[in-house]
């Protein structure tokens, strides 16, 4: 695999967090075209309502390729109300089988409130253990920073957003410009 083929991971960090009853999904802002800041403060975190059921979902790689696969998410959700797992695998199956979405250059981390996963283009349905999953650039930064905060007093928003400093801190490819979305479990 050459440093530029997927997942070449350069562009973003997201991180979600679960603790507290609650689910936060942070993602920094910065659009990286190679070495070159194209955008700080794209909004790479979205909350999706389909049939009045909330799901925040947070996404890794071609903009354009995550826009795809967040109407897919959107529409299986409306398929199938309530089930983020379901519609997940669905959406993963699809995403494994099908020519054109094979193609697609992105991840996704999603969550009802109850549950967090990753979402991969190699058919991936990824429940995190520790309930901290990160993608991205950074999305190792983040992790580490976010595991090692778990056991104190902040809560996932605290954790979310000090994990995203320590990334942005690190990673190039990510800057301090955070969205985060949280709900509740």
């Not at 529409?75 to 797992?85: C, I, Y």
């Not at 007093?153 to 301090?176: F, P, Q, S, W």
């Amino acid at each position: 695999m050459s440093e530029n083929s997927f997942p070449g991971w350069h562009g973003t960090t997201i991180i979600g967090v679960r603790k507290g009853g609650q689910v936060v999904i942070a993602g920094d802002g910065q659009v990286s075209l190679g070495d070159t800041v194209i955008k700080g403060t794209a909004r790479k975190v979205r909350r999706l309502s389909p049939g009045g059921f909330d799901v925040v979902a947070g996404f890794a790689g071609s903009t354009a390729d995550a826009f795809t696969l967040l109407e897919r998410l959107e529409a299986k959700l409306e398929a199938t109300p309530g089930q983020l797992q379901r519609a997940a695998v669905e959406l993963a199956k699809d995403w494994r089988t099908d020519k054109y979405l094979q193609k697609l250059e992105a991840m996704l981390i999603v969550s009802d409130g109850r549950e967090i996963y990753v979402i991969t283009g190699a058919g991936d349905v990824l429940e995190p253990e520790h309930d901290v999953a990160a993608i991205g650039s950074g999305g190792n930064f983040a992790l580490a920073a976010a595991r090692g905060m778990m056991d104190s007093d902040l809560t996932a928003e605290d954790v979310a957003r000090k994990a995203m400093a320590i990334a942005a801190d690190i990673c190039v490819y990510t800057n301090g410009k955070v969205t985060v979305e949280s709900i509740a479990g």
